[in-house]
């Protein structure tokens, strides 16, 4: 590259503190290669990808740690259950395949299941709000219906109009939420449901982290005119993060400093730019980003 083509350099560049790696994520991809080292002989592999991170994923099956796309007729050796959890009729199947399961299901999923549990246990028409596709919500969503036929998943009030009859003529309601959701499609669910609801249990499930995450990185984007948000486009609290901040200040959703490459324009008129990251963007990655801008390359 031809020096007049780099980037001028913006006067500042503020990196969040909770940006990366979660704890629950942390957990995962530690505990993944500790159990490889200490079984080298056995066969490791994860159900699904691990982290929402190619890097990562690539850095496992070189230690010789599979991801599997769905469940063989017969394996061995061990297979991980990943931090967003599995239902109990697909750890069973991991079983009956031959695997010895390993459940990574990091613990503030488990609580959000466990809540779900509770309530639909309790007699609650049972309302999850999340994503009905992701896998974590699927999970809650079937450790749920092991107790009961009134469970929903919804990420909106249209989402929940069909069901507006049903839950009018149940006697109570109970909310858990996907741990990584905006609190604004929490509380406007909760909100819609107040108005049709005779009694009303709202578990707020988002986790500690995903709080801090846009906490924090709501306060940088009142600081920055530009922040760069790292990390997977399939992530969810990735996506949330950058959705959240896109209503605050001019926002750019990137996986890696290469793709740096097509907001030039953008990072050249910017004079104070705020970084943050998903659950499951690796260390390096955010500091590629931030060398990348340093250098104006
Ligand atoms: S984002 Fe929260 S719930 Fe998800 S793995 Fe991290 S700590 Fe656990």
Known sequence: ???????????????????GFCYGVKRAVETVKKLKAENPDKNVSVLGELIHNTDVIEELE???IKTLKEIPAHGDG?????????????????KNAGFTPVDLTCPDVKKVQQKAVELAKDGYYVVIVGKSEH????????????WSDKVVVATSIDQLKPFETEIKSHKKTGVVVQTTQRITTLNAIVEYLTSISKELHIANTICQSTAMRQS????????????IVVGSKKSA???????????????????????LDNYRELIEKAEKIGITAGA??????????IKKIEKGE
Do not use: W, Y
């Open 135 to 146: 896998p974590e919500v699927i999970a809650i969503k079937a450790n749920a219906k092991l």
């Open 237 to 259: 609290n990735t996506t949330h993060l950058a959705e959240i901040l896109k209503d605050i200040t001019r926002t750019i959703h990137i996986e890696n400093d290469t793709e």
């Open 62 to 64: 070189a230690l010789g």
């Open 1 to 19: 590259m031809k020096k007049e083509d780099n980037l001028k350099l913006p006067k500042q560049i503020t990196l969040a503190k909770f940006a």
């Open 280 to 289: 499951s963007t690796p260390q390096n990655i955010i500091e590629k980003v």
């Open 78 to 94: 061990i297979c991980v259950v990943r931090s967003h959890g599995e239902s109990p009729e697909v750890i069973e199947q991991i």
């Open 216 to 227: 924090e990185a709501k306060e940088l984007a009142k600081e920055n005119d530009l922040v």
